[in-house]
């Protein structure tokens, strides 16, 4: 039941359907006055979600800092590598669709190539509300393996569907091997946060690794400041998505 009120509310989120409410609104209001107000709703939403600045400092506030490499274990046990980063849904399906946030996938091999993990678990199965053939952890595993990873060096956590039970179901695997006691979380950057809290919140107590920034560095630039960008509202959904994320996962004392 959570998992599809996780998806309702996703969709309640977006800006875009605040936009549609509002301009709805608008359109069916009666009287003149009410009919500017809702406008006028709708134009703040919209020069606030489309606005590069406004949205990449608010990004830049709620993702994790960049973790120097001298600030992890000289050798960690393993990273665990957290899906969401393919796209099940696209055919054909004999290849693996990566999206934004694909760092993740080269930060864990990057770490593993480096010698700073010994092994590399992969959690999540498919965020589909119909369950795949295939699962998210089994696409990057089949990457992972065509990089020269021995299949031995990988751990796959497939029935995870959200980043409580990601931290669920990987101490249930980590219960079959006791040999792997530290651990690196790779995750994005904007989702470290929910990701840590949840591991910690079962017992683990991963050293945290971003990747997959979606926040800029700040430029001087009018375009930068000024004009609406619709890439700005994207980014201004995944925030507000995530923050959602992290004061529900807070209420049910997932974290």
Request: glycine letters at 6%; aromatic letters at 8%; proline letters at 5%.
């Amino acid at each position: 039941m959570f998992f599809l009120l996780s998806k309702v509310l996703d969709f309640v989120l977006l800006p875009t359907v605040w936009l549609l409410v509002l301009l709805v609104a608008a359109l069916v209001a009666r009287q003149p006055r009410r009919k500017r107000q809702w406008l006028v709703a709708a134009l703040v939403v919209f020069l606030l979600s489309t606005n590069t600045a406004l949205v990449n400092e608010a990004m830049l506030a709620w993702e994790r800092p960049p973790v120097p490499l001298a600030a992890l274990p000289a050798q960690a046990d393993a990273a665990v590598l957290l899906t969401g980063i393919t796209g099940v849904n696209k055919s054909p399906h004999d290849r693996v669709y990566l999206g934004q946030g694909a760092d993740r996938l080269t930060h864990a091999l990057w770490l593993y190539r480096a010698g700073r993990v010994r092994r590399i678990i992969i959690s999540g199965g498919s965020g589909a509300l119909l369950r795949k053939a295939h699962t998210e952890a089994d696409d990057l595993a089949t990457l992972l393996r065509l990089t020269g990873v021995p299949a031995r060096d990988l751990l796959i956590e497939e029935q995870s569907r959200n980043t409580h039970e990601n931290a669920h179901y990987t101490k249930e695997l980590l219960a079959q091997h006791p040999d792997i006691k530290s651990l690196v979380l790779v995750t994005s950057a904007f989702h470290q946060r929910r990701a840590m809290g949840c591991f910690e919140k079962v017992g683990l107590h991963p050293v945290a690794f971003p990747a997959g920034y979606r926040s800029s560095d700040r430029l001087a630039t009018l375009e930068y400041w000024l004009l609406p960008s619709p890439g700005a509202m994207q980014e201004f959904s995944v925030l507000v998505h995530e923050v959602a994320g992290w004061l529900t996962y807070r209420l049910l004392g997932y974290l």
